[in-house]
């Protein structure tokens, strides 16, 4: 199946559905028989939905979780170096993921929150960019992505949070937060 050469998609912005929307794309490919990883930065050993629903796509798209968890929130125990160090495991298996012959879509979730938490730098991700193979698809995700990566992408989205049920009181919600 002709594709043409893959495009370059950036989900940014302060509101909900930047992980889902990347997600999406991950459901859609499975139905065409495509392939492909979504490698997490940030996430770590919380449990949420797409842990379960990733083996329900296997084997066409698989998840790779290698982030610590959130940096610096209430439970985080960890040292900020746990977290760099973290962050940097998952640019190198980034690095090797994109050149790989049977990925035809890679997702980078929160590399856009892990740059803007000095957890990795800017130049990590355009060395991503630039090592992916042509017609390969890639999906960064996360809150403040920045200039030069926006200019380097085909299509950016920016959520932007309008109401939200927290703001309310109502905590998240399984099957629809996580």
Known sequence: MKR???????????????TTAALGIALRACGYGLHGVMIQFIKGSWFYGEKKSFKRLYPNFKLITLGKGFVGIIDDKLTFSEHKKAAQEALEIAKKEVQKEENDI???????????????????????????????????????????IIDLADTVTEMKEIKHAFSKGKLAKIGIDF
């Open 106 to 148: 890679v997702i980078l979730d929160e590399i856009n929150y892990a740059a803007k938490g000095k957890l990795i730098k800017v130049s990590d991700i355009i060395d991503i960019i630039k090592l992916k193979r042509k017609e390969m698809d890639l999906v960064l995700t996360g809150n403040y992505a920045n200039k030069k």
């Open 4 to 18: 043409g050469d893959g495009l370059i998609i950036v989900n940014t912005g302060g509101g909900k559905g930047k």
